[in-house]
């Protein structure tokens, strides 16, 4: 695996020059406010995950120390997961999507550098979801954080952990708690996440990528350089159940969907070689568990149509649909 690991470090040293490209466009995305990291526990493997806090305005007047806690209100919490195929990106990444929430939310915005493949593969990046969202609540006193108003967010992989971090989490609060209690009797057995806002979401790793490029024109396929490499560092060993739900949720049984949110946001894109999966998603959450799921086609665009290196403009569909999303979550918060 040290040939993939070669190769990610590569690829992961280019993108963040694409990024560079795509945050320098006007107006320019703010920087987080703050880091948090803490050790994980709940990844057998265990490591550090860091927390990229962008707060609202009030939060800052309001804050009296984050000894003391807050002394005033609370706000929602929106945790975003970033994309990568679970092999490339960083947390700030999304920088634009978070700065969108927490002026239009009015939230508290948290993307997560959750550990990457191969370094860390299949179930660590999931794992690392569950784990911020527990330590999020376990701070919820000292953050200003409101416990019954969590969403989540993600883009491509990290839109895949928006359905499957919650199955994980589910999971997890029925064991010993990770922080030293027995969670069974614990505050942390009510976490509900409200909301899922899940932007051209991977769902179904049972499908080869041959049956996924075959529903999309090739001019606007991911390269096959990049899906070998997400592929071969995320799921290993190969030989894997391609069906488990923390991985292809798309195809989990029913009565796993059911304790996913109520509430799920879906944007898939035209010309996405993951359209397919998205559509079939939507209608299995609908019909099968009854679930209000919000399906919004980007028409014309391609996967990861927000991301574009362009550093003269940003095209204004994106700010569009951000703004259609956070008008969601408003609501829905």
Same mark, same amino acid.
């Given at each position: 695996?040290?040939?993939?690991?070669?190769?990610?470090?590569?690829? !992961?040293?280019?993108?963040? +020059?694409?990024?560079?490209?795509?945050?320098?466009?006007? @107006?320019?995305? &703010?920087? $987080?406010?703050? /880091?948090?990291?803490?050790?994980?526990?709940?990844?057998?493997?265990?490591?550090?995950?860091?927390?990229?806090?962008?707060?609202?305005?009030?939060?800052?007047?309001?804050?009296?120390?984050?000894?003391?806690?807050?002394?005033?209100?609370?706000?929602?919490?929106?945790?975003?997961?970033?994309g990568g195929g679970f092999t490339l990106g960083k947390a700030t990444?999304?920088?634009?999507?978070?700065?969108?929430?927490? !002026?239009?939310?009015?939230? +508290?915005?948290?993307?997560?550098?959750?550990?990457?493949? @191969?370094?860390? &593969?299949? $179930?660590?990046? /999931?794992?690392?979801?569950?784990?911020?969202?527990?330590?999020?609540?376990?701070?919820?006193?000292?953050?200003?954080?409101?416990?019954?108003?969590?969403?989540?967010?993600?883009?491509?992989?990290?839109?895949?952990?928006?359905?499957?971090?919650?199955?994980?989490?589910?999971?997890?609060?029925?064991?010993?708690?990770?922080?030293?209690?027995?969670?069974?009797?614990?505050?942390?057995?009510?976490?509900?996440?409200?909301?899922?806002?899940?932007?051209?979401?991977?769902?179904?790793?049972?499908?080869?990528?041959?049956?996924?490029?075959?529903?999309?024109?090739?001019?606007?396929?991911?390269?096959?350089?990049?899906?070998?490499?997400?592929?071969?560092?995320?799921?290993?060993?190969?030989?894997?159940?391609?069906?488990?739900?923390?991985?292809?949720?798309?195809?989990?049984?029913?009565?796993?969907?059911?304790?996913?949110?109520?509430e799920i946001m879906i944007f898939a894109c035209e010309y996405d070689?993951?359209?397919?999966?998205?559509i079939k998603f939507t209608k299995r959450l609908r019909e099968e568990?009854?679930?209000?799921?919000?399906?919004?086609?980007?028409?014309?665009?391609?996967?990861?149509?927000?991301?574009?290196?362009?550093?003269?403009?940003?095209?204004?569909?994106?700010?569009?649909?951000?703004?259609?999303?956070?008008?969601?979550?408003?609501?829905?918060?």
């Amino acid at each position: 695996r040290w040939v993939l690991v070669a190769q990610a470090v590569i690829w !992961r040293f280019l993108m963040q +020059i694409g990024m560079f490209l795509h945050k320098f466009a006007s @107006p320019r995305p &703010a920087k $987080p406010d703050f /880091v948090r990291t803490f050790k994980t526990t709940v990844a057998e493997k265990k490591g550090e995950i860091k927390l990229h806090f962008y707060v609202p305005a009030d939060w800052h007047k309001e804050i009296k120390g984050f000894a003391g806690g807050f002394d005033g209100r609370t706000w929602p919490v929106v945790v975003n997961f970033h994309g990568g195929g679970f092999t490339l990106g960083k947390a700030t990444d999304d920088a634009r999507w978070c700065e969108t929430v927490v !002026r239009e939310v009015d939230a +508290i915005c948290v993307s997560v550098d959750y550990r990457l493949a @191969p370094e860390h &593969a299949f $179930p660590t990046a /999931v794992e690392d979801g569950a784990d911020s969202i527990l330590y999020l609540v376990a701070h919820a006193a000292e953050l200003g954080i409101d416990v019954d108003r969590i969403a989540v967010s993600g883009f491509s992989a990290g839109a895949n952990m928006c359905f499957t971090v919650p199955l994980r989490l589910e999971e997890e609060l029925n064991d010993e708690c990770a922080f030293g209690e027995d969670r069974r009797n614990s505050s942390n057995k009510g976490i509900s996440i409200k909301v899922v806002v899940a932007w051209y979401p991977p769902v179904d790793y049972t499908r080869t990528r041959e049956e996924k490029r075959s529903i999309t024109p090739k001019i606007h396929q991911l390269p096959a350089m990049f899906t070998d490499l997400f592929d071969d560092s995320y799921l290993s060993p190969p030989t894997m159940d391609m069906s488990q739900p923390y991985l292809s949720p798309g195809v989990a049984p029913r009565h796993l969907l059911a304790g996913l949110p109520q509430e799920i946001m879906i944007f898939a894109c035209e010309y996405d070689m993951l359209l397919d999966e998205a559509i079939k998603f939507t209608k299995r959450l609908r019909e099968e568990v009854n679930k209000t799921v919000h399906y919004f086609l980007v028409e014309g665009a391609a996967h990861g149509f927000d991301k574009a290196p362009n550093p003269i403009r940003q095209p204004k569909e994106i700010k569009d649909h951000y703004s259609k999303a956070c008008r969601e979550m408003k609501r829905l918060l």
